[in-house]
């Protein structure tokens, strides 16, 4: 291949750019999307066996065979995320509109640090934010910005939490002095099944893991409002300085969501910084049914969202909102081959300034065109869909003998266990869900995923595919039965 069929610019580029996404999409299309089961089952070992020639030989072999190996060898031993029985994670079917606006994006190729490497997408961005601050009824001064996930906008949001805390508690500017003493005493409250990001935010920010305080969960799996409250004043007795408080909003085991209006009370009694973790469940704002579920988070100081979860749009998207877009101000940054002084004088917007990355891709495309595409409603009725699948799933499981679901689902997330006989100990029942979790994977039919919930072993669906039926779930409890029925015959476990 030579220099002029492989970049856009000239006839035969562009013949080569259509050709080979036509390739491409071909493959998608007959490997990926139609194939039988979520999986084929490989072993990691025998993948690594597939990959086995030279990642960069001498010569290259053409991009028509790159692309047809990499259609035959990876997409072919992918999990097949619009396959119904692939439900472990909240890992979701990209929709169409996502994966048309991720073609574009790709090749527009603009990064959001500066305004001359993206004119359009910067101002686009300004404005799908703000439709985000109105669809989680954030006041007027609300901003945010795109990040990778949910990990990022947590991260992020805790860095300004923190960082304003100090300067008003401690008058420190943490951003030029780093950490004053008093950060020894600083913590963070957010309930015990919070996503391990709000640790793992406190370990990136200095604090530690141990600055993290974990409030107990009630039989909804919700954050205890009286534990909380004992929490703080606990805190406040030791001399110990919460800063932050997370609610969430959908966790990833039950989809649970904290009592986020109580939990604002106390933000605002005990001047915290209220975040609000909506990785999965921000979803629920787009629907006049589950909406409520929400209720609270405007009031939230900041709010993490994805788009690649209840959103549909391919992985990565997310976006971190703020409330008040000058907290922004903590991390503010000034490059001046980025942003030049007659740029701010003009009023281009500044990105590079609210984000942690620098380079960065122009995600906020893909919820833009499925906004566009499916307006609310249409994008509510996905929602709404898969709600009434997992409840569908629930009391299917409800009515077995050999399975009992563990808690009714609160999103589309499902937590039950196989039992195949009663009076089974719960040791015997972790071994085996454990066992039939992994059978399953190598045998390719469901992809489902596994969880301790009370020191037992559980399995779990994440529902995420609005085209899943009842019947799918149904194929799954059966082939879980299969796969144990097997593993009974070849060891013994369940006989
Ligand atoms: C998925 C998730 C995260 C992590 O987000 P990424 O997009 O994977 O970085 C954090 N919190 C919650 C509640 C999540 O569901």
């Given at each position: 291949?030579?220099g002029d069929?492989?970049?856009?610019?000239?006839?035969?580029?562009?013949?080569a750019?259509?050709?080979?996404?036509?390739?491409?999409?071909?493959?998608?299309?007959?490997i990926?999307?139609d194939?039988?089961?979520?999986?084929?089952g490989?072993?990691?070992a025998a993948?690594?066996?597939l990959f086995?020639?030279?990642?960069?030989?001498?010569e290259g072999?053409?991009?028509?065979?790159?692309?047809?190996e990499?259609?035959?060898?990876?997409?072919?031993h992918?999990?097949?995320t619009?396959?119904?029985r692939c439900?472990?994670?909240?890992q979701?079917?990209p929709m169409v509109p996502?994966?048309?606006?991720e073609?574009?994006?790709t090749a527009?190729n603009?990064?959001?640090?500066?305004f001359?490497?993206?004119?359009a997408?910067?101002?686009?961005?300004e404005?799908?934010?703000?439709?985000?601050?109105?669809?989680f009824?954030?006041?007027?001064?609300a901003?945010?910005?795109f990040?990778?996930?949910?990990t990022?906008?947590?991260?992020?949001?805790?860095?300004?939490?923190?960082?304003?805390?100090?300067?008003?508690?401690?008058?420190?500017d943490?951003?030029?002095?780093?950490?004053?003493p008093?950060a020894?005493s600083?913590?963070i409250?957010?309930?015990?099944?919070?996503?391990?990001?709000a640790?793992?935010?406190?370990?990136?920010?200095?604090?530690?893991?141990?600055?993290?305080?974990?409030?107990?969960?009630?039989g909804?799996?919700?954050m205890?409002?009286?534990?909380l409250?004992a929490?703080?004043?606990?805190l406040d007795a030791?001399g110990?300085?919460?800063?932050?408080?997370?609610g969430?909003?959908?966790?990833?085991?039950?989809?649970?969501?904290?009592?986020?209006?109580?939990?604002?009370?106390r933000?605002a009694?005990?001047?915290?910084?209220?975040?609000?973790d909506?990785?999965?469940g921000?979803?629920a704002a787009?629907?006049?049914?589950h909406?409520?579920?929400?209720?609270g988070?405007?009031r939230?100081?900041s709010?993490?969202?994805?788009f690649?979860?209840?959103f549909?749009?391919?992985?990565?998207?997310?976006a971190l909102?703020?409330r008040?877009?000058?907290d922004?101000?903590?991390?503010?940054r000034?490059?001046?081959?980025l942003n030049?002084?007659d740029h701010?004088?003009a009023?281009v917007?500044?990105?590079v300034?609210?984000s942690v990355q620098?380079?960065?891709?122009?995600d906020?495309?893909?919820?833009y065109?499925?906004?566009?595409?499916?307006?609310?409603e249409?994008l509510?009725r996905?929602?709404?869909a898969?709600l009434?699948?997992?409840?569908?799933?629930?009391?299917?499981?409800d009515?077995?003998?050999?399975?009992?679901?563990?808690?009714e689902?609160?999103?589309?997330?499902?937590v039950f266990?196989?039992r195949?006989?009663?009076g089974?100990?719960?040791?015997?029942?972790?071994?085996?869900?454990?066992?039939?979790?992994?059978?399953?994977?190598d045998?390719?039919r469901?992809?489902?995923?596994r969880t301790?919930?009370?020191?037992?072993?559980?399995?779990?669906?994440?529902?995420?595919?609005?085209?899943?039926t009842p019947?799918d779930?149904?194929?799954?409890l059966?082939?879980?039965r299969?796969?144990?029925?097997?593993?009974?015959?070849?060891?013994?476990?369940?006989?």
């Open positions: 291949m030579s069929d492989l970049f856009l610019g000239s006839e035969s580029g562009d013949a750019y259509r050709e080979s996404m036509e390739r491409a999409t071909d493959a998608v299309v007959d990926l999307a194939g039988e089961n979520p999986y084929t490989e072993s990691a993948l690594a066996d086995e020639e030279p990642v960069l030989p001498e072999a053409g991009l028509d065979a790159a692309i047809d990499a259609a035959e060898r990876v997409l072919s992918s999990v097949a619009s396959n119904p439900a472990a994670h909240l979701c079917p996502g994966l048309a606006a073609a574009m994006l527009a603009q990064s959001l640090d500066s001359d490497q993206a004119p997408a910067t101002v686009l961005e404005r799908v934010v703000g439709a985000l601050c109105d669809l009824d954030l006041p007027d001064g901003d945010g910005v990040t990778s996930g949910g990022q906008s947590n991260f992020q949001a805790l860095l300004l939490a923190r960082d304003r805390c100090c300067g008003r508690r401690f008058d420190r943490v951003q030029a002095e780093g950490l004053p008093e020894e600083l913590r409250v957010c309930s015990a099944e919070a996503h391990f990001t640790a793992q935010a406190a370990h990136h920010l200095g604090l530690g893991e141990d600055a993290v305080v974990s409030v107990p969960t009630d909804e799996h919700r205890d409002v009286d534990a409250d929490t703080l004043d606990e030791r110990d300085r919460p800063f932050a408080l997370v969430t909003a959908g966790t990833t085991d039950f989809g649970s969501v904290d009592p986020l209006s109580e939990l604002a009370d933000a009694e005990r001047d915290l910084w209220f975040h609000v909506a990785a999965y921000g979803a787009l629907s006049d049914e909406g409520h579920l929400l209720d988070i405007e939230a100081d709010v993490a969202v994805d690649h979860k209840l549909y749009q391919p992985v990565s998207c997310g909102l703020l008040d877009g000058d922004f101000e903590w991390m503010a000034n490059a001046a081959y030049p002084e701010e004088d009023g917007p500044n990105l300034a609210k620098t380079t960065r891709r122009f906020a495309l893909k919820p065109v499925a906004f566009r595409a499916l307006g609310r249409g509510a996905l929602v709404d898969t009434e699948l997992a409840d569908d799933a629930a009391s299917l499981l009515s077995t003998e050999d399975f009992e679901l563990v808690h689902p609160t999103l589309n997330a499902v266990r196989y195949p006989r009663e089974m100990n719960d040791r015997a029942v972790s071994r085996v869900n454990a066992a039939v979790r992994r059978r399953l994977l045998d390719g469901a992809v489902v995923a301790e919930v009370e020191g037992v072993t559980s399995l779990k669906f994440t529902l995420l595919n609005p085209r899943a019947e779930v149904e194929a799954m059966d082939a879980i299969d796969c144990g029925d097997e593993l009974a015959a070849e060891r013994g476990v369940v006989a």
